[in-house]
């Protein structure tokens, strides 16, 4: 832990993280090809809706810049001077503000991606495994589940405990317990949200269900 950091430095890491995630890349990409990612396919603000909704090529660049919001934000957090543990602030700053974007009044998407990138820089050999693996089965899953991104992040994060675990990864079990924390947090926000918007999953035709994934035993 660096004993130079201060209260402001956190501050100043937070903010900054935040600020990333919620640049709202997904709605963004969706406008400018005349499509409002909050009113068709997940009515989420992600890279899966923007696959799906709009075309792959800008599903593809979304899951890019959202990755690299998520690595931005923690390699200005070491710039600034945290690290160890003390990158799991800015962490779930980033997914928080992709979560609650105020540019979008507070809405967003999973974040999935986003935790990817900053995962990748606070333990860039074990992730790059699991982000292949992760990455491998979100795009196979894409039009099975509702929110393929979401079960390839929960693959990656096993495997990725799986190699932190090992005695020669080098990583602490605090980055480990926190980054599989904030993988809980981003399963049980996604949860929460089909929850809370069941009534129009259950109206959506069977025939649109099928067309953008919805499956209605991950939403009852």
Known sequence: MNSEVTLFTYLLAGAIAFGLGSIPVAYTVGRLNGVNVFKV?????GATNVWRQVSRKHGFIVTLID?????TAILMA???GLESSELLLPATAAVVGHWNSPFTKFKGGDGVVTLMGASMGIAPLAVLLSLMIGTTLSFSMNRKVAHPSLWGGILGY?????ISFQSSSGIEP???YGLTGIGVAIMLHSIYFHKRHKEYFRNVPQDEQ???GFR????S
């Open 67 to 71: 990755w690299a919001k998520g690595l």
């Open 174 to 176: 605090y980055l480990v």
């Open 78 to 80: 070491r710039h600034i």
């Open 210 to 212: 099928s067309e953008n």
């Open 158 to 162: 096993v495997v990725f405990i799986t």
């Open 216 to 219: 209605e035993d991950l939403i």
């Open 41 to 45: 396919g997940s009515r989420q603000a």
